[in-house]
């Protein structure tokens, strides 16, 4: 069964670094978004993409944070200057229009970033 | 503030009885309500999608949606120790855009 995938699984920084969280989302799958649960909170949206734009982003998404669909597979997230509150698991989620019914976004395993 | 919300448990139920899971949300012009499966440490794993009101069943999983209420249940029937979990209540407003999560129901079946 198809899945979406993330790497790494578990990224550690020093404060101030930059990082880059990469995901390969469904392979039928045209929308893509970003997720990220801090420990014991709730899952919060950060952005979403469509045809190679940002079709949404939440207020969390500062100037920080970029997205970009470098090739036809991989979708990254990068936060440009990482700060101890990004400490967070980090998903991605994708979905299709030929999926059941509008929206039913598929997660990755997640990437657990620690910002020291 | 639109709000997705649900008791955080823990809900204990028996192995085999039903677990009733619930959910309301703020937002009266959401459109798509779904449910997440999540085990400690891992992502949320889809379980049931519901776009209409009345019942959808799949399984031993039973979603239910009052929009007029502004409320989403979920029965899981027959339950089994592996459904111990934290059930994730979303909810979206348009067709593709974002979900909002509530911050979810902790479910543990005791044997």
């Known amino acids: 069964e198809p899945e979406v995938t993330q790497t790494p699984s578990h990224q550690v920084t020093q404060m101030g670094q930059e990082v880059i969280l990469r995901c390969v989302p469904i392979?039928?799958?045209?929308?893509f978004y970003w997720y990220r649960q801090i420990l014991g909170q709730k899952v919060e949206f950060l952005v979403s993409?469509?045809?190679?734009?940002?079709?949404?982003k939440s207020e969390i998404f500062d100037d920080q944070f970029s997205v970009e669909r470098p090739d036809g597979s991989n979708f990254t997230l990068k936060i440009r200057s990482t700060k101890l509150e990004d400490s967070a698991m980090y998903f991605c989620?994708?979905?299709?229009?030929?999926?059941?019914?509008?929206?039913?976004?598929?997660f990755g395993p997640g990437t657990r970033l620690t910002v020291l | 503030q639109k709000e997705v919300e649900q008791n955080s448990g823990p809900l204990s139920v028996p192995e085999g009885a039903i677990a009733s899971l619930n959910c309301t949300y703020s937002?009266?012009?959401?459109?798509?309500f779904f449910w997440y499966r999540q085990y400690s440490g891992k992502s949320p794993e889809l379980i049931m999608s519901?776009?209409?009101?009345g019942d959808k069943e799949d399984g031993r999983f039973t979603a239910q949606l009052n929009k007029a209420s502004q409320y989403v249940s979920l029965l899981i029937r027959d339950s089994q120790p592996s459904d111990s979990a934290t059930y994730l209540c979303?909810?979206?407003?348009?067709?593709?855009?974002?979900?909002?999560f509530g911050a979810g129901t902790q479910v543990v079946v005791t044997p």
């Open positions: 392979s039928n799958h045209l929308y």
């Open positions: 993409f469509y045809n190679n734009e940002i079709s949404e």
């Open positions: 989620a994708s979905s299709s229009p030929l999926a059941g019914g509008p929206n039913e976004q598929f």
């Open positions: 937002d009266r012009v959401s459109q798509s």
């Open positions: 979303a909810v979206s407003g348009d067709s593709w855009g974002k979900l909002q």
């Open positions: 519901i776009y209409s009101n």
